[in-house]
């Protein structure tokens, strides 16, 4: 089964608008990634933030660890078209190196 | 680096025949991934390689998926027989498995494969 589950499924926003997307998960970690999928390629790492912090910012991106909840926060400021792309949230297992398991992300749509 | 390189980049074949998809993960990567992905189930752990070591085939889906990796620069998925169910996009990944960036995966651009 899924180990982090992505929330809204999907978002549509308008270009200079800010993009919340939220994931949830079920064990204890060790760290939370976010990835970026444009349509038809790989995906591309954009933070990870460990299990002992709370918040991450990177550009534009800021992420949240709320592991009380087991739950993280995307926030993208001031969005661009070219944000278009699905987002996923990326968990470990809290036992030394492991896998990550991915959600089923949230489809980003930033309309010009 | 080039990064992680996936060929061939389209595969359209007709059940029964056999696929053999390819990976050169980054140069000194310690960990190569094998991961399919589909609409239904999403982005699903195939198999990984620790030190071309397999250490978890347990996402293998049938036995006729298969896995090799002969040395640090290149590794193969082979189906055989393929079935129409396994039309997907599959895709390799590597991470340096130390320093900062340790767990950090690094993606190829994908193999989407159509099973006719």
Not at chain 1, 64 to 77: A, C, F, V
Not at chain 2, 64 to 87: G, H, W, Y
């Amino acid at each position: 089964s899924q180990q982090g589950e992505e929330d809204p499924q999907a978002l549509s926003i308008q270009e200079g608008e800010n993009a919340t997307m939220n994931c949830s998960y079920k064990t204890s970690i060790n760290n939370l990634q976010w990835y970026r999928q444009n349509s038809g390629r790989g995906l591309v790492h954009l933070i990870l933030i460990r299990s002992n912090e709370r918040e991450k910012h990177s550009g534009r991106l800021r992420v949240t660890l709320d592991t009380s909840k087991k739950s993280s926060s995307l926030l993208i400021t001031a969005s661009r078209a070219a944000d278009t792309a699905s987002y996923f949230c990326a968990t470990d297992a809290n036992s030394g190196y492991s896998t990550l398991t991915f959600g089923k992300g949230t489809m980003l749509l930033v309309s010009p | 680096d080039a990064g992680v390189i996936q060929s061939p980049r389209h595969e359209v074949t007709e059940m029964g025949q056999e696929v053999t998809l390819r990976c050169k993960p980054i140069s000194g990567h310690d960990y190569l991934f094998w991961y399919r992905q589909t609409m239904m189930r999403g982005l699903e752990l195939l198999i990984y390689f620790n030190n071309n070591v397999p250490i978890d085939d347990s996402g293998m889906p049938e036995d006729r998926f298969s896995a090799k990796m002969p040395n640090a620069s290149f590794s193969t998925l082979k189906i055989q027989p393929s079935e129409p169910r396994d039309s997907a996009v599959y895709f390799c990944a590597s991470s340096p498995g130390q320093g900062p960036e340790a767990e950090t995966q690094y993606f190829g651009p994908g193999t989407r494969l159509l099973v006719l």
